[in-house]
């Protein structure tokens, strides 16, 4: 590269002092002006230089070198002209030297005529560099370990020198092309190289190739294992149907063929040997426990494949308790027909196994017609794993006619229902006998002047659903009369007071409902449940004629209320039209009406004085 500098012109007229009329001088002819050089050039490498001189003749000059550079030489020794205004001269700085701006002087001159000033060429040298142009980074994407992955990158030597190197890829990745590395790359050429990752351990890797000075270009990949399996965590759920624990894990290939995984853990899991899954597949490994079924297990499973291993987690609680009747216990449990005098004497037994895997401890919800004396008390009876118990139960002496209950067994959340059913007789028998007492003990009496407190029987409480439905608790008989017609008698703010007439026949008692809504724990649903007042309703029969009162209102609150008949023999309606009462407000206290009538005669007494003076003021005008 040649850079020319110095002035563009030269001053080439002629002339001297003029006698005015004298004799005319000779013209001196003017020198020619040689321009001024810089040129680059790279150390032990030829540049040729472009030497050039002015006039205004336009004449052919001579060039001549004045002076010698001292740290390159010039080939030929004096300037090859190039025109009547031009030559050339080839400059080679010294390979050994170590300097880097060198120069030399040369002139111009046409024949006859004065030679110009020394013009002087100042060369600047470097030494030879390569220059790459490469990308900044190159992204591998996702990668399986253990499955190299090649891509190629274009490199090219834009610098001014050679670029002859072999530059050292990080771990983890190799060259491909050129063989082992090795590159020389002249200035201008280019060529397209090839990296391969040979990544063996998952997670990210990340790492930076130098080529030349500032080039270089940064890799990167994400490595994954050959196989995945999830979840980190396998629980092992009860299987009831199968008494058993047991779950799946999900193993997934991740390479490009066939991969067989062998599988490793402790004694106290059931897993298959091995699993193959198919290339970018999936397969399902089935983990099961064993052992005692009330154990808590915890363990890890080991997945191995091409040298990568893999561990899960494997949980197993306690087996839930699961109470069923046994195979040879009855459905139903129907005691036929019994005479009133051995109500508490014949008993029928069913047999309860605990088939789960923990200890449960087995209730049984209030019975009013029969009686289970293992569970009367309260407390339950406890049923360990694979454990058995013999559950009996006797009819209670409520009056003959046939019986039905359901009994509710409870163990845990679990519920189980068993149908019973007797038919009591009574049985003549002589006057005083225990039959005759049960009959008169169990009869209540048409007159009851004394408070009823209803809470204190032992009863099922039937449900009406929201929509309407009533859903029986099994003591509930629609041919005992409801009541669905009552006389307001009165009220006090505080509680209500009605009455009404008895249905047909004798022995007949009533006790006062009330709805409370909740949420069924079966069904899940919302659910109105008629529950006794308790002591706050008291229901006195004259003759015949029932009258209730019920205390503890709110005054304003509405109160809503319905009427159970109950039967001597324990049979019972179900709930009567549902009646609705609004408490009165209890009346002021004698201070508050003080207060209002003192307020009213001031206001009067206002309007009066008002009215007086309107004629007075009329007068004055």
Request: glycine letters at 12%; aromatic letters at 4%.
């Amino acid at each position: 590269m040649v850079m020319v500098a110095g002035p563009v012109a030269a001053d080439i007229s002629a002339g001297g002092p003029r006698g005015g009329g004298g004799k005319k001088d000779k013209p001196v002819p003017r020198a020619p002006v040689a321009r001024d050089v810089t040129v680059k050039a790279v150390r032990g490498r030829t540049v040729e230089i472009a030497l050039e001189g002015i006039t205004g003749t336009g004449s052919a000059m001579e060039f001549s070198i004045r002076s010698q550079p001292r740290l390159g030489v010039l080939q030929p020794a004096e300037p090859v002209p190039a025109g009547n205004s031009r030559a050339v001269v080839r400059y080679t700085a010294d390979p050994g030297s170590a300097g880097s701006r060198d120069s030399f002087t040369y002139g111009v001159q046409v024949p006859g005529r004065p030679s110009s000033i020394s013009a002087t060429v100042t060369v600047l040298i470097s030494d030879a560099r390569a220059r790459l142009e490469v990308p900044a980074a190159m992204d591998f994407g996702v990668v399986v370990a253990g499955e190299p992955v090649t891509k190629t990158v274009s490199i090219r030597n834009v610098g001014d020198g050679e670029w002859e190197a072999e530059p050292e890829l990080p771990e983890g990745w190799s060259w491909v092309t050129p063989e082992g590395g090795r590159f020389q790359l002249g200035v201008g050429e280019s060529l397209v190289a090839g990296i391969r990752c040979d990544a063996e351990v998952p997670g990210e890797l990340e790492g930076e190739v130098v080529l030349a000075g500032e080039s270089r270009v940064r890799l990167s990949a994400r490595v994954m294992a050959p196989f995945t399996v999830y979840p980190a965590t396998l629980v092992l759920d009860w299987e009831a149907g199968k008494l058993s624990r047991a779950g799946k894990a999900t193993l997934q290939n991740n390479t490009k063929q066939p991969l067989t995984v062998t599988v490793d853990g402790p004694e106290q899991f059931g897993y298959p040997a091995t699993v193959t899954v198919a290339a970018d597949g999936k397969s399902e490994v089935q983990v099961g426990a064993k052992g005692l079924l009330s154990e808590a297990l915890r363990g890890n499973l080991q997945f191995v494949a091409q040298g990568h291993r893999h561990a899960m987690v494997v949980e197993a609680q306690p087996a839930p308790s699961l109470v069923r009747l046994a195979a040879e216990s009855a459905q139903v449990v129907d005691f036929g027909k019994v005479a009133l005098a051995d109500a508490g004497k014949v008993v029928r037994s069913v047999i309860l196994e605990n088939v789960g895997g923990s200890t449960a401890t087995v209730t049984a919800d209030g019975l009013e017609l029969f009686s289970v004396p293992l569970l009367d008390e309260g407390k339950g009876v406890a049923l360990k794993a694979g454990e058995r118990v013999e559950l009996g139960m006797v009819p209670r002496n409520v009056g003959a006619g046939v019986h039905e209950e359901e009994l509710t067994l409870s163990s845990g959340a679990a519920r189980m229902l068993v149908p019973l059913r007797v038919e009591l007789e009574a049985v003549a028998a002589a006057a005083g006998s225990a039959a005759e007492a049960a009959l008169a003990k169990t009869s209540p009496p048409r007159e009851n002047p004394d408070k009823v407190k209803t809470d204190a029987e032992l009863v099922r409480i039937a449900r009406l659903n929201i929509g309407g439905l009533l859903a029986s608790d099994g003591t509930e008989k629609a041919d005992v009369p409801r009541v669905d017609m009552v006389d307001y008698v009165s009220d006090d703010g505080v509680s209500v007071t009605f009455a009404w007439d008895l249905p047909p026949g004798d022995g007949w008692n009533f006790r006062i409902l009330r709805p409370r809504v909740t949420r069924s724990k079966v069904t899940g649903q919302l659910a109105r449940i008629w529950e006794p007042c308790g002591a706050e309703a008291v229901v006195r029969i004259n003759g015949r004629r029932a009258v209730a009162t019920v205390s503890g209102l709110e005054p304003g609150n509405p109160f809503k209320c319905a009427i159970q008949t109950m039967a001597a023999d324990g049979r019972k309606s179900l709930p009567g039209m549902e009646l609705g009462f609004l408490p009165m407000l209890p009346p002021a206290v004698p201070w508050v009406r003080y207060a209002i009538g003192l307020l009213f005669a001031v206001l009067v007494g206002m309007w009066g004085w008002k009215k007086w003076k309107e004629p007075i003021r009329a007068q004055a005008v």
